[in-house]
């Protein structure tokens, strides 16, 4: 049978397999915005870590970081272990966001901003910044799973089909029965990303004769890419703090992962959480760099270095099954992140923006179906987005991919000032954090548009390390001019307080 | 300090670190044990921190 049959089975078998987890998940759904967005809060442990940890690692992982250990060498290993460093923050914020979860009842990381600063335009803002940060980055997954589909069946299936094919998989995944039927099908899919993608680095390592002669071989062949500087100049310094500044802040920058901090049920699934996350991440990372440094050795000079992972999988050395068991598995890293960042849109629709801003009297059970419509409306519309890119010449699309996925994550920094204030500086306000983030987001904005078009960064820096001073002396100075919300501010820092107090937290 | 304070000049620490050893200290070591073996260390003791921490969370007394 035809490579083309075998790469329909397997995403078959895969979406089967999703659906029938999904629909168990339903079975317990009860009625209600938290019970739908939340689980209703009593989410265990080990599923609270891989649903984290699906949706936090994408396609990313095994294409672009493993392209850019192919690209650049050992400093994408340093940035990406970054932000896993960055994740030491749990420790402040995972039961900070969780004790006042519980006591507020917010169903969105906005919702909390919101309530904190006293003002429904705060949330508003960095739920637009949510909007137009997360549909660019949801559309790059889903090309991803597009090509990747392409690749492996040698172009039998059109871009379009995968495109179509993760919408609607992360549509039914996120509709069927919201967090529930999110984070099982979470849980599934990272399983399965960490097994396959240990299985092939493991048949390359063998094939390069086990790890002390892969690494003998890679300090042989590729010195220069061991170092950063890296020999060939592809990471200097303003470039590495240039792409790990918005990925360090990533666990309270991104609304669909700050959302999960909401989750477990109690503590101890919350210390279940976050390290079963520190532990896959670690080995995650550590799979998709020394799988770049195997394309290093065994593929050599390719043109493009997002090619590598695809590339590498067409060697004859990876059986055809373990091939498509690990497309299987990058788009399953695609899909887990794409339904979580479109429940994640979808809350953030119902609750900040047409409850906080349109319709504040709306009933719960209104809102709720307003947000189980919002997931087709954003799904399409990031799959227009996809789709359009995915149609543009060769050079206009590396034009629109790589600011696109650049400015997301650097545009989402641009609340972490705000969010940094609203659970330790009682002097903070609504002006503060509503200036912060838009004047953050357009100088953001406005320097990567620049940066693409004429190559000029001010002193080298990119544009999110610019944008984010910015946000954050303004949200420092604004915050001082103005009148906090004292009140609230008192009553929330005094509750954590007392509450950090009693459960040894720091 | 509190532990709270500490807790941040640690993880302060550790960021200075990612800078100083490979981007300084380490730039002309053309080996599996340069930058590649510090990362890989370095973020194992920010782990290990982190479980140090947050292993002696307990669930609050009513």
């Known amino acids: ?139 790059v997954q889903l090309m991803g799973v597009g090509y990747l589909m392409n690749g492996i069946s040698q172009g039998a299936i059109p871009v379009v089909a995968g495109i179509i094919i993760a919408v609607l998989c992360a549509i039914a995944w996120s509709n069927i029965a919201g967090m529930r039927s999110v984070a099982w099908t979470d849980t599934f899919q990272a399983l399965v990303m960490i097994v396959t993608s240990a299985a092939v680095l493991g048949v390359v390592v063998v094939a390069l004769g086990g790890f002390g002669s892969f690494f003998s071989r890679l300090e042989s062949a590729t010195p220069g890419l061991l170092t950063v500087p890296t020999a060939g100049g592809v990471w200097n310094i303003n470039m590495f703090i240039g792409l790990a500044l918005p990925w360090l802040f990533f666990l309270i920058s991104n609304p669909q992962v700050s959302q999960r901090l909401f989750i477990p049920k109690s503590v101890t699934a919350m210390k279940q959480m976050l390290g079963g996350f520190l532990i896959f991440g670690f080995i995650y990372t550590l799979i998709s760099v020394l799988w770049g440094f195997g394309a290093i050795l065994l593929v050599p000079g390719l043109e493009n270095a997002d090619l590598a992972t695809p590339t590498l999988l067409a060697l004859p050395i990876i059986p055809m099954g373990l091939a498509i068991i690990v497309m299987i598995g990058i788009t399953a890293a695609a899909i887990s992140t794409i339904d979580s960042i479109l429940l994640t849109l979808s809350s953030v629709g119902a609750r900040d923006i047409y409850k906080g801003l349109i319709n504040p009297r709306v009933s719960e059970k209104r809102e709720l179906r307003v947000g189980q419509w919002v997931i087709p409306i954003m799904a399409i519309i990031a799959f227009g987005f996809a789709w359009w890119v995915a149609e543009q010449p060769g050079n206009l699309l590396e034009l629109m991919i790589a600011p696109l996925s650049s400015a997301a994550s650097a545009g989402l920094l641009m609340a972490v000032p ?89 | 300090m509190t532990k709270t304070g500490w807790a941040w ?41 982190a479980f140090v921490i947050f292993l002696r969370w307990k669930e609050a007394r009513r």
């Open chain 2, 9 to 49: 000049a640690w993880f302060g620490f550790l960021l200075a670190l990612d800078i100083a050893i490979p981007w300084f200290a380490l730039t002309h070591v053309e080996k599996m044990s340069g930058a590649f073996l510090f990362w890989t260390l370095w973020v194992a003791l920010a782990i290990i921190s």
């Open chain 1, 418 to 506: 705000a969010i940094f204030g609203a659970f330790f500086w009682k002097r903070a306000t609504a002006p503060g954090a509503i200036v912060s983030c838009v004047v953050g987001a357009i100088v953001v904005l406005g320097l990567q548009i620049i940066s693409q078009l004429t190559g000029w960064k001010p002193l080298g820096w990119w544009p999110g390390t610019w944008g984010f001073i910015v946000c954050a002396i303004l949200f420092v100075g604004v915050s001082l001019a103005t009148k906090p919300p004292k009140k609230k501010a008192d009553e929330f820092i005094g509750y954590l307080k007392e509450k950090l107090s009693k459960g040894n937290f720091i």
């Open chain 1, 1 to 139: 049978m035809s490579i083309t049959f075998w790469v329909w089975f397997g995403i078959a078998v895969y979406i089967a397999a999703g659906l029938v987890i999904a629909l168990m998940a339903r079975r317990g759904l009860g009625a209600g915005m938290s019970e739908f967005f939340l689980a209703n809060r009593k989410v265990g442990g080990f599923v609270s870590a891989l649903t984290y940890s699906a949706t936090t690692y994408s396609a990313f992982m095994m294409i672009g970081l493993a392209g850019l250990t192919y690209l650049g060498g050992v400093g994408a290993l340093g940035f990406e272990l970054t932000y896993l460093c960055g994740m030491f923050m749990m420790v402040f914020f995972l039961p900070r966001f969780w004790l006042v979860g519980k006591k507020y009842g917010y169903v969105s990381p906005m919702e909390l901003l919101s309530d904190r600063y006293q003002s429904k335009w705060v949330g508003a803002t960095a739920a637009i910044l949510a909007l137009v940060f997360l549909v660019p980055y949801g559309a």
